[in-house]
């Protein structure tokens, strides 16, 4: 069988800087052609049970961390009944400081990071970076610059609401709680969304894609799923199930972005920015991230948050868009064709 391109693109025996130079143009080739980053899964083995078995994997190894934690805050005096939902469960009210409380809620999701390396590396037989790229590499400029701008995009719009309605904002500032919880929100944080785009956005997104070769139809099964992931989020509670649309709408937009982009580094920088944003800066009662921030709003307006997320995002996907060069928005509609095998030529440059 003649090796694929990202095969050719990944090659590791290369014997001159001449061929070097071959592999470097050749993972360019698998870059540039449309549907790359869904179609970089085809190297690997993809057979539907090997996509179920490390789903599997990632929950026996979210219950098995999820036991000791459980005894620990039962040991904290945690009512029973609050183990079913974590994100409900404030530390101070247990007496441990908030930095403490959000590393062990977090705990779990770093923990499944290295179970999804180990199930791409081992049982599909990929690199584990080519969930986030066809080329098997972050560029982190990308991710950094789509973090930055979005989180000043929600400082922009919070600084106008603030003027609309300051008897809204309480200022809850408390150093001895804010700054070690402000350094387990920059450590952790990123780990937490990272899982999340790795799996919704990157490994599902992938695997629906080679399975239903649309890709309008993996952006939105992948995106459903996200919502569902978040049913048992104390905003649910607070809100009802209407606010579920947000996370939807929320994961649709990041898989249009990635499928756009073909890579997901402005979708990892954006769940970051956004959740280290809700985390440090403005949080509400009924929040997933029961965190010291700088503001706590007295009354959460639901339907002027979506609005405000929807307009947020329009700006940042035409800027984005802009300095991107994303210009074939056909393909989200268009069938996703198997990647075509390439020979690469036997002769080294010289």
């Not at 040991?75 to 404030?90: E, F, K, R, W």
């Not at 920015?273 to 503001?295: D, H, K, M, W």
């Not at 995002?313 to 393909?331: C, E, H, L, V």
């Amino acid at each position: 069988m003649v090796p694929s391109l990202y095969e050719n693109a990944g090659a590791k025996d290369e014997k001159s800087s001449g061929n070097c130079q071959f592999s470097r143009v050749f993972r360019y080739l698998a870059y540039m052609e449309k549907h790359s980053f869904i179609n970089r899964a085809s190297s690997g083995n993809n057979k539907w049970p090997l996509y179920l078995a490390v789903i599997v994997l990632l929950v026996v190894g979210n219950v098995i961390i999820s036991i000791p934690i459980s005894f620990l805050l039962l040991y904290l005096g945690v009512n029973p009944a609050d183990l079913q939902n974590l994100d409900s469960i404030n530390p101070e009210d247990l007496g441990v400081h908030p930095a403490l409380g959000l590393a062990i809620l977090i705990l779990p999701f770093v923990i499944s990071i290295p179970i999804l390396w180990f199930g791409l590396k081992y049982i599909h037989n990929r690199p584990f970076l080519s969930l986030i790229s066809p080329l098997d590499q972050i560029d982190w400029k990308r991710l950094f610059v789509a973090m930055g701008f979005w989180f000043l995009l929600m400082v922009g719009f919070e600084v106008v609401a603030y003027l609309t309605e300051p008897e809204n904002y309480t200022w809850t500032f408390n150093a001895a709680t804010f700054f070690p919880s402000l350094l387990v929100v920059l450590l952790l944080i990123p780990l937490q969304t990272s899982l999340e785009e790795l799996v919704f956005r990157g490994y599902l997104l992938q695997g629906f894609g080679l399975w239903f070769k649309r890709p309008w139809a993996t952006v939105l099964l992948s995106s459903v799923l996200f919502g569902l992931m978040h049913i048992a989020n104390p905003e649910i509670g607070e809100f009802g199930y209407g606010i579920l649309l947000y996370y939807i709408g929320f994961g649709v937009i990041m898989a249009v972005i990635t499928v756009m982009d073909e890579r997901m580094e402005i979708a990892l920088g954006v769940h970051a920015g956004n959740n280290i944003y809700g985390a440090t800066v403005v949080t509400f009662s009924g929040s997933a991230l029961q965190t010291p921030t700088l503001f706590t709003i007295g009354e959460y307006h639901v339907g002027l948050m979506v609005v405000v997320s929807l307009i947020a995002s329009a700006i940042f996907i035409i800027i984005m868009m802009r300095k991107y060069d994303w210009k074939d928005w056909g393909k989200l509609f268009e069938k996703i064709t198997p990647e075509e095998d390439i020979i690469e030529p036997p002769v080294s440059l010289p």
